[in-house]
């Protein structure tokens, strides 16, 4: 069973920038694709970023509008890590970040559904 712990969050001044990571423990060898979602209070869970796990090239990565320019996403398969590289954070991207996994259809990677394995979340505070 493939267990995910993320780290990297904290308290960031806007305009600053933060690196969250997601380490993957036991076998991602059925994984398709693995994301970044956050949630605030009051929000509804979204899909920042996400990445195919499996196949070559760069993952062709998912990016949602608001973030898109500022954030990124890559994978280190050797390590089973994913990182959200966060720039020029803003106070409304404060929220709970958890990273997930699974087999979710890759023509809808943005959504929850085939999600089945997620961390326990890091808060990321921006401070304005």
């Given amino acids: 069973q493939v267990q995910l712990v993320e780290s990297g969050g ?3 001044q806007a305009g600053g920038s933060l690196r969250l990571s997601c380490a993957a423990s036991g076998s991602t ?3 398709h ?3 970044w979602f956050r949630q605030s ?3 509804e869970r979204e899909c920042v970023a996400a990445i195919r796990w499996s196949g070559g090239g760069g993952g062709n990565p998912y ?3 608001s973030v898109r ?5 890559s994978r280190d398969r050797s390590i089973s890590t994913i990182y959200l590289q966060m720039n020029s954070l803003k106070p409304e991207d404060a929220a709970v970040y958890c990273c997930a996994a ?3 259809i890759l023509s809808n990677i943005a959504t929850t559904r ?3 394995i997620w961390g326990q979340g890091t808060q990321v505070t921006v401070s304005s």
Wanted: proline content about 8%; cysteine-free.
């Fill in 10 to 12: 904290g308290l960031v």
């Fill in 29 to 31: 060898s059925g994984t």
């Fill in 33 to 35: 694709a693995m994301a």
């Fill in 41 to 43: 209070p009051g929000k």
């Fill in 63 to 65: 990016l949602e509008d």
């Fill in 69 to 73: 320019g500022r954030f990124s996403i």
């Fill in 102 to 104: 699974g087999r979710p």
């Fill in 114 to 116: 085939g999600y089945t």
